[in-house]
């Protein structure tokens, strides 16, 4: 073997185990956030850092094409299929404000810094703000739904983070291609934008009503969950050899399948595929800090003296641009709102923002996947890619470490009042589900039928708040469960029953506990 292909070999192994470390260290990690009540994102990225601190910490770079591929389209995925277009155009107004104008607004004020204090030519600094601008606001979701804050503003931030990627990546694309190319007239490119987009959206769209038809036929098998990453990979790789925007296809795709698939799914596919979906989105997190990591490590190994001053002054400098031009931008929108609030009201549902809900919306930029995947994505010839990359990862790390360890706090500070529209709404919709279930029994008149109309007639008296409470009848459920399962644990340690029949029985268990569980008791929740 050659003697190159042998040291490639040997850096994939140790890339494998320190993967493995990362992994190990992220499910610490992950317990540690549940206990201080910070969003994960922010220790995972701490610990890519100290990870790739590491001596034996490999070099390692990643295909530009792959790294969007690989990391944005089950991100995209995953914020898109949560958010249905109904949401997205009951808000569009604060939508467009923070998606498309925010990101522009970023985008420009970080290419000015670029151009102004690190020579940055043009292209390259629009390029380096469009990697910067699109915040990642489910990284602070799992604090944010704690304190039930205004349902609205929740509909917002999850909306902005999946329409921010698509325009931020249009930006990017521009900005690399005329990076990459500087002969070449922008005229031409913008013709090629313009089908890019719609054309997108329309394969998206095709993609996703075709799948439709074969996720009926091989619904309840693992192949269904298999066949959800074929179609958000097939998608993305699909639109970019034809020339369209991936990102737009796979929005396009995750609308589709928002609007269409829980009508089509069942319970039990429902819970298999959110728990794969959460896995995957968890490791390509744990992969992407670790190979910024890597790459940060390599570039301020490279960089020396006041070299390595001057990128580290100006990473700091583009954070600190970041966070101010979002807190500029969203107080601004919120005065203008509240001075215009007839015109907002009549084109946006819902009540305009207070300023303490402004400040909130202000602090929830921190960036994440997209952005790490996006810096990946720079050709390695592509001009001054080190600190553009040392930048986006100091915007990253800064971000979710100040605002991540922050947010909680600041929504304490802020004593934002709750929202109790949603449990109200819940407790209404689910006593006439009730009252559906009781005139679906109304011509029973055996004794089990009496039992379960007083059953259900109870739950409806006590229907309150979002999550059922548990009656008299599911708490002496669970503790049957558990006498079960203790005896059927037992049984299998003592060798009285074979495996299969084991798992089959504790299939029945688990799905019969969850029926009677709280909704609110999901191990998803990260």
Same mark, same amino acid.
């Given at each position: 073997?050659?003697?190159?292909?042998?040291?490639?070999?040997?850096?994939?192994?140790?890339?494998?185990?320190?993967?493995?470390?990362?992994?190990?260290?992220?499910?610490?990690?992950?317990?540690?956030?549940?206990?201080?009540?910070?969003?994960?994102?922010?220790?995972?990225?701490?610990?890519?850092?100290?990870?790739?601190?590491?001596?034996?910490?490999?070099?390692?770079?990643?295909?530009?094409?792959?790294?969007?591929?690989?990391?944005?389209?089950?991100?995209?995925?995953?914020?898109?299929?949560?958010?249905?277009?109904?949401?997205?155009?009951?808000?569009?107004?604060?939508?467009?404000?923070?998606?498309?104008?925010?990101?522009?607004?970023?985008?420009?004020?970080? !290419?000015?810094?670029?151009?102004?204090?690190?020579?940055?030519?043009?292209?390259?600094?629009?390029?380096?703000?469009?990697?910067?601008?699109?915040?990642?606001?489910?990284?602070?979701?799992?604090?944010?739904?704690?304190?039930?804050?205004?349902?609205?503003?929740? &509909?917002?931030?999850?909306?902005? &983070?999946?329409?921010?990627?698509?325009?931020?990546?249009?930006?990017?694309?521009?900005?690399?291609?005329?990076?990459?190319?500087?002969?070449?007239?922008?005229?031409?490119?913008?013709?090629?934008?313009?089908?890019?987009?719609?054309?997108?959206?329309?394969?998206?769209?095709?993609?996703?009503?075709?799948?439709?038809?074969?996720?009926?036929?091989?619904?309840?098998?693992?192949?269904?969950?298999?066949?959800?990453?074929?179609?958000?990979?097939?998608?993305?790789?699909?639109?970019?050899?034809?020339?369209?925007?991936?990102?737009?296809?796979?929005?396009?795709?995750?609308?589709?399948?928002?609007?269409?698939?829980?009508?089509?799914?069942?319970?039990?596919?429902?819970?298999?595929?959110?728990?794969?979906?959460?896995?995957?989105?968890?490791?390509?997190?744990?992969?992407?800090?670790?190979?910024?990591?890597?790459?940060?490590?390599?570039?301020?190994?490279?960089?020396?003296?006041?070299?390595?001053?001057?990128?580290?002054?100006? !990473?700091?400098?583009?954070?600190?641009?970041?966070?101010?031009?979002?807190?500029?931008?969203?107080?601004?929108?919120?005065?203008?709102?509240?001075?215009?609030?007839?015109?907002?009201?009549?084109?946006?549902?819902?009540?305009?923002?207070?300023?303490?809900?402004?400040?909130?919306?202000?602090?929830?930029?921190?960036?994440?996947?997209?952005?790490?995947?996006?810096?990946?994505?720079?050709?390695?010839?592509?001009?001054?890619?080190?600190?553009?990359?040392?930048?986006?990862?100091?915007?990253?790390?800064?971000?979710?470490?100040?605002?991540?360890?922050?947010?909680?706090?600041?929504?304490?500070?802020?004593?934002?009042?709750?929202?109790? &529209?949603?449990?109200?709404?819940?407790?209404?919709?689910?006593?006439?589900?009730?009252?559906?279930?009781?005139?679906?029994?109304?011509?029973?008149?055996?004794?089990?039928?009496?039992?379960?109309?007083?059953?259900?007639?109870?739950?409806?008296?006590?229907?309150?708040?979002?999550?059922?409470?548990?009656?008299?009848?599911?708490?002496?459920?669970?503790?049957?469960?558990?006498?079960?399962?203790?005896?059927?644990?037992?049984?299998?340690?003592?060798?009285?029953?074979?495996?299969?029949?084991?798992?089959?029985?504790?299939?029945?268990?688990?799905?019969?506990?969850?029926?009677?569980?709280?909704?609110?008791?999901?191990?998803?929740?990260?």
């Amino acid at each position: 073997m050659p003697r190159g292909a042998g040291a490639h070999n040997n850096r994939r192994v140790r890339l494998f185990e320190v993967t493995l470390l990362l992994l190990a260290m992220a499910l610490v990690l992950l317990q540690w956030a549940r206990r201080l009540r910070v969003p994960y994102p922010s220790l995972l990225a701490l610990g890519g850092v100290c990870v790739a601190a590491m001596p034996f910490a490999p070099r390692l770079s990643i295909d530009p094409r792959l790294a969007l591929a690989l990391f944005v389209a089950p991100a995209v995925m995953d914020s898109a299929f949560e958010l249905p277009p109904r949401e997205m155009l009951r808000n569009w107004v604060p939508l467009v404000s923070l998606a498309v104008m925010l990101v522009l607004v970023t985008a420009l004020v970080v !290419a000015w810094l670029g151009v102004q204090l690190a020579g940055l030519p043009l292209a390259a600094a629009l390029a380096l703000g469009a990697i910067v601008a699109p915040p990642d606001a489910a990284a602070a979701s799992a604090v944010l739904r704690e304190f039930e804050l205004p349902r609205r503003a929740m &509909s917002v931030l999850q909306g902005e &983070s999946l329409l921010n990627d698509a325009v931020a990546l249009l930006v990017f694309a521009i900005a690399v291609s005329i990076a990459m190319t500087p002969d070449r007239a922008l005229a031409p490119l913008l013709p090629r934008m313009l089908i890019a987009v719609p054309g997108g959206a329309l394969l998206g769209v095709l993609i996703g009503r075709a799948a439709a038809r074969i996720f009926k036929r091989i619904a309840g098998t693992v192949a269904s969950i298999i066949a959800q990453f074929l179609v958000t990979f097939g998608t993305w790789i699909l639109a970019d050899h034809l020339g369209l925007s991936p990102i737009i296809a796979v929005v396009g795709l995750a609308a589709v399948a928002a609007h269409d698939m829980p009508q089509r799914t069942s319970a039990r596919d429902r819970i298999n595929s959110n728990a794969v979906w959460v896995t995957v989105i968890f490791v390509l997190n744990v992969l992407a800090f670790l190979l910024m990591g890597l790459q940060a490590k390599a570039i301020l190994t490279t960089l020396q003296g006041p070299a390595l001053k001057h990128a580290l002054a100006f !990473a700091g400098l583009v954070l600190l641009a970041v966070i101010g031009a979002r807190f500029a931008w969203v107080m601004a929108y919120g005065f203008a709102a509240r001075r215009l609030r007839r015109w907002f009201e009549k084109r946006s549902v819902g009540a305009v923002p207070s300023v303490r809900v402004g400040v909130l919306v202000s602090w929830c930029g921190m960036r994440g996947l997209v952005t790490l995947a996006t810096a990946f994505a720079l050709p390695p010839e592509f001009p001054q890619r080190e600190l553009i990359v040392l930048s986006a990862f100091t915007v990253v790390l800064g971000t979710l470490v100040l605002q991540g360890f922050t947010i909680r706090p600041l929504i304490a500070a802020l004593q934002i009042a709750k929202d109790p &529209s949603m449990d109200e709404e819940v407790a209404e919709t689910r006593k006439a589900m009730l009252e559906a279930a009781l005139a679906a029994l109304a011509d029973e008149s055996s004794a089990v039928a009496a039992e379960l109309r007083g059953e259900i007639g109870a739950m409806r008296l006590q229907s309150v708040g979002r999550s059922r409470p548990l009656t008299a009848y599911d708490r002496l459920r669970q503790r049957a469960l558990e006498a079960e399962r203790r005896l059927l644990n037992d049984h299998r340690q003592r060798g009285l029953i074979a495996d299969d029949v084991y798992h089959h029985l504790e299939d029945e268990l688990d799905r019969t506990e969850l029926d009677v569980s709280s909704i609110e008791a999901s191990w998803l929740d990260s």
